[in-house]
């Protein structure tokens, strides 16, 4: 009996490491700031996802990372540059006490006290943002397939991020 459950503990240790071309939590973790980053206009470059050197997972993070070029100007991906493009108002909207942080999952809602006349316009602005944050979220969690730990480790790592960029300059 002692030998079989030695035995399957040592079949579970063995199984539970994660393959090197698997997206690692360092990884998944870097690729979440560099995103919040991007979003909230820090100067990034689609570059440092590529020098997140590893296997087939983060070579496709890397690839979408990329954007597109307009001269010598990068253009980020569509909704992450959506992201860019919105933080102003995002952040206005922060600072006028008009929308605020939701709890522990990173994203926005309108505040109670928005005055009729500007509720329809932050309506839509943070429906927007929500709407980019999760299509972001699931990309990248489809592109790096990562196991649960990993994927937990990257939605962390978003709030976390989120947390402290959310806060606009007063």
Known sequence: MRLTVLLA?????????????????ERAE????WIEDVAHGLPRV????????AGPRDAAIARWAVGSQFGERWQPPRQLAARRARWPSIAAALAEELAVRTGNDGLLAPALG???????????LIDAENADRRFLDQLVLTLGAPDPAVEQTYRAAVRAARAKLDVPAR
């Open 46 to 53: 689609p570059g440092e996802v590529g020098m997140i050197d």
């Open 30 to 33: 870097a690729v979440a700031w």
């Open 114 to 124: 928005v005055p009729p006349v500007r509720r329809a316009e932050i309506d839509g």
């Open 9 to 25: 503990l040592a079949l579970l240790v063995g199984c539970a490491a994660r393959p090197a071309d698997a997206w690692q939590p």
